[in-house]
């Protein structure tokens, strides 16, 4: 179940979150590689993150940072201004670049991708860190997400992940694909509660496109 400053999410609490997207067009490698696994996630409770349109990448996403201090709604205008000029300054000299996702692996937390070779993406991320401490303070910092990696989908149930990870070992080629990191987006994360799926599903809302080197 998703966290926020050690407490459970309210549902539909809206949290703002760095985040690098993959693209249809830029990254279909990696949207192929994702519809491979679809059909094998969806005998598990896990919840794909993608559409079911090839081109359709849903909110499929890297994690660069979340700005943990207080709920967005607590952010004016202003305020999200200052984060974005700031991701902008500290992100102007980092060049464009391209990393390698996968394979996919099951694991407690649905499917994800890790992401290798990560020395460039945990540059990104500590330059995405320093923009936000210098606009919010250490409070802000609080999301660690470990190891770099997209989530292909969150569980909301318990399965053995060894013979999802079976299938996607044997099934599922290529296992590897590229992923074109050139711009971050700062954006206008929620978490609802579906009570159909029983789980938590994730929307957002845009608020700045911020690309790299410029």
Known sequence: ???FQGRRWVDGMRVLHVYVLPRSGVDDELLEMAQACRPHLTSYPI?????????DAGVLHLTAEMLADVPSAEYDEAAR??????????????????AEVGPPIGNVAGAVLDVWPEE??????????????????????????????ISLGYSYGSASSDPL????????????ATLCV??????????TFDEELGGWRMSWEPVAEVPLGR
């Open 120 to 149: 460039d993406t945990l540059a990104l991320i500590e330059k995405v860190g320093t923009a936000v401490r210098k606009t919010r303070g250490d409070e802000a910092l609080q999301h660690s997400g470990g190891r770099p990696h």
């Open 81 to 98: 201004a200052e984060v974005a000029e700031a991701l902008r300054s500290e992100l102007a000299d980092v060049p464009a670049f391209s």
């Open 1 to 3: 179940m998703p966290k």
């Open 182 to 191: 050139d711009r971050v987006h700062l954006l206008d994360v929620a978490w």
């Open 165 to 176: 990870n079976t299938d996607l070992r044997l099934l599922v080629t290529p296992r590897r």
């Open 47 to 55: 919840d794909p993150q993608y559409g079911s349109d090839p081109t």
